[in-house]
């Protein structure tokens, strides 16, 4: 079964600071990873997707199929980055996303 | 052009009674997914319609939930006999489709839903 697993609830990281959520993921074949973010009174949006390899606000991630992991990264943490990050997965073939249980990210000044 | 909309926005209801929630995608998405977003739970998926036809059903918690869409458009989740344990906030998304290339969800604001 297609599993994600964001192993922290909770993530505080100072202002200017590195910061890494991570994703691990549980599938045989070959995924396609997303990242969604919330902010605070906003709906849940796309962030960015494995595929399109591309850096959305600052924030990079990558796909690390050794380790199945799809860790989102920014070297710089901004106050506004703080709000709950969920990483996604598709496994191939016509179904939904499979989402983590999110990672609030709270970013202090 | 207008997102997804959801309504009620909030809804309070007595345990017991029944309750619909509304889900409007965007026009001409053909996916259309129900989600569940709880403290400690992150986000829960209910069910995933293809069209008007649901193939995947597999995330709804018990025969008390159901689902339906008409029309390739509109959906509504139906929760019977609610308990305090489906207070949560639901959230609805459409997609322009479940293929490759099409499957970024688009989400609605949520309703809140409060069980006394």
């Known amino acids: 079964a297609q599993r994600v697993t964001q192993p922290e609830k909770l993530l505080s990281v100072f202002k200017g600071a590195p910061v890494e959520l991570k994703c691990n993921y549980s599938?045989?074949?070959?995924?396609?990873l997303f990242w969604y973010v919330q902010y605070s009174r906003q709906r849940l949006q796309l962030l960015l997707r494995?595929?399109s390899r591309e850096s959305i606000k600052g924030f990079t991630a990558d796909l690390n199929k050794g380790e199945t992991s799809f860790h989102l990264k920014k070297p710089f943490a901004q106050e506004e980055d703080s709000a709950m990050y969920y990483c996604a997965l598709r496994p191939s073939g016509n179904t939904p996303l499979v989402f983590g249980k999110g990672t609030r990210l709270s970013v202090i000044a | 052009g207008a997102g997804v909309s959801q309504s009620p926005s909030n809804k309070v209801t007595e345990k017991g009674k029944d309750v619909e929630l509304r889900c409007d995608p965007i026009s001409g998405h053909t996916a259309l997914y129900w989600y569940r977003q709880s403290l400690g739970q992150g986000l829960e998926f209910l069910i995933y319609?293809?069209?008007?036809?649901?193939?995947?059903k597999s995330g709804l918690p018990s025969d008390r939930f159901s689902a339906e869409r008409t029309g390739g458009s509109v959906s509504t989740l139906t929760i019977q006999r609610t308990q305090q344990e489906d207070s949560a906030v639901y959230l609805c998304a459409s997609s322009y489709g479940p293929l490759a290339g099409q499957e970024t969800q688009y989400f609605g604001p949520g309703t809140r839903l409060l069980v006394l």
């Open positions: 319609f293809q069209g008007n036809s649901a193939p995947d």
């Open positions: 599938y045989s074949g070959s995924p396609e």
């Open positions: 494995h595929i």
